[in-house]
């Protein structure tokens, strides 16, 4: 999607209004934490703008999809808070509807694909809700929440397509505006766009001139396509570590919001993600999931163009991530920063070869984690082997020098990336 010098008009009326993001701000303000907008000197030096970060993995449910939910279930009547609500979520729209229900002394109803994390079961059983699970996805969890929800005549919580959600998320933006109103571009993950949209309706509203850059994962770009296309469409959705915002198809109510205040969109793949998750923890010690991660992924990648010097946030939306699967995706992360090679080479099958490749690397400085031989699955010939040697290094050139090195010697080598 091209960038814009001014907002586009809606193609359908739009739900939400700026004072209905104020009064979702008075609503929940007892109840929602006002997350810091930190500044960081190490992250601008590695962009090139001044970054910021709002980090809303700090919220009580480590994600900032508690203030939609909460914003919902505080409008509901007493009647409708006496037959309670429910949701269908694998994550953290799950944790932030179970977390408001309690709060508020209302029954809540969770149901959750089967396939659902242990870690996101264990953060919603946190706050007590009833959870069913069903189905191997959230297409068939969702078909199984509108089914109970005929039967028990609760309120069913959409994760983003509710005009009440939506202001809740644009609480954000408020936010923001109060604690650095010279902020130049705000980057913001985007999923069904509820987030998005209730943002940049607030900001826009009140400084126009700011810019609003949504960014999704590669395998799901349903906004970009719905955008272009100019309507609401769906898409394949293929699997991603960016699982939260992973929506095959964008909000109703979201898209002509999007349509008038969203400047661009942009993607990033899955080393981009995996790597931003690392370079987050280890320069901010901020623990992040892939889908709170892929704002500043387009951020670190140069995906977004004239940054250069600019105010910049990056709102961080969550940082519910399996730690079962952490370890893999930092292990891509430093595959993407060049700090661990897989080189695949072709050696003699004989006594001193390993010993050779080994003294190369030990000579350029790399550090071999781990060897694997394939001397039956291989294009190598009879007499030969191939090696497949893990190594730690220090960089994309460092890993250049030890290939350079070794085919100088006379092996054929290869890098391999990560599936």
Same mark, same amino acid.
Do not use: W
């Given at each position: ?89 694998? +994550?953290?729209?799950?944790? !932030?509807? @179970?977390? *408001? ?5 209302? =029954?809540?109803? %969770?149901?959750?694909? /089967? ?77 069904? +766009?509820?987030?998005?949209? !209730?943002? @940049?309706? *607030? ?5 126009? =001139?700011?810019? %609003?850059?949504?960014? /999704? ?77 892929? +704002? ?124």
């Amino acid at each position: 999607m091209a960038s814009k010098s001014s907002p586009k008009p809606e193609s359908t009326p739009i739900s939400v209004t700026f004072a209905d993001v104020e009064s979702a701000r008075e609503a929940i303000r007892r109840y929602v934490f006002e997350t810091p907008c930190a500044y960081s000197e190490r992250l601008s030096g590695m962009t090139g703008c001044k970054t910021h970060l709002k980090l809303e993995n700090l919220q009580m449910t480590a994600s900032y999809k508690e203030r939609g939910a909460m914003n919902k279930i505080l409008r509901l009547t007493d009647k409708e808070k006496k037959a309670g609500v429910i949701a269908a979520s694998a +994550g953290n729209h799950a944790q !932030g509807v @179970a977390y *408001a229900a309690q709060r508020n002394d209302v =029954k809540a109803t %969770i149901v959750m694909p /089967e396939t659902t994390p242990l870690a996101k079961v264990r953060g919603t059983q946190e706050f007590n809700p009833e959870i069913v699970f069903h189905g191997s996805g959230y297409d068939d969890a969702f078909g199984r929440a509108k089914e109970i929800q005929k039967e028990q005549g609760s309120t069913f919580i959409h994760a983003f397509d509710d005009p009440l959600v939506i202001a809740g998320q644009g609480t954000v933006g408020l936010e923001l505006l109060e604690q650095n109103p010279y902020l130049d571009t705000i980057i913001v993950p985007v999923g069904g +766009g509820g987030l998005i949209a !209730g943002l @940049a309706l *607030a900001m826009k509203e009140v400084n126009p =001139k700011i810019r %609003i850059i949504g960014v /999704e994962a590669e395998q799901v770009p349903s906004m970009k396509a719905s955008l272009e296309a100019g309507r609401v469409i769906e898409i394949e959705r293929r699997s991603t570590i960016a699982d939260g915002i992973a929506v095959a198809k964008p909000g109703k109510y979201p898209f002509p919001i999007v349509q008038k205040y969203v400047d661009e969109i942009v993607t990033v793949n899955e080393e981009e993600i995996a790597n931003a998750i690392m370079v987050l923890l280890e320069a901010e010690k901020t623990l992040v999931e892939g889908s709170g991660a892929a +704002g500043f992924a387009a951020l670190y990648n140069n995906k977004i163009a004239n940054i250069e010097g600019k105010r910049v946030c990056v709102i961080i939306t969550g940082g519910n991530i399996d730690i079962t699967i952490l370890s893999k995706i930092l292990e891509r992360g430093l595959a993407k920063d060049g700090r661990l090679a897989n080189l695949r080479i072709i050696i003699p099958d004989a006594p001193g070869s390993i010993a050779t490749i080994a003294g190369i690397v030990a000579k350029y400085r790399g550090n071999i984690l781990n060897i694997t031989h394939n001397r039956v699955f291989t294009t190598a010939s009879l007499r030969e082997t191939e090696v497949d040697f893990l190594l730690e290094t220090k960089g994309q050139a460092h890993i250049g020098d030890i290939m350079a090195a070794i085919a100088a010697s006379g092996f054929q080598v290869q890098a391999l990336r990560p599936a």
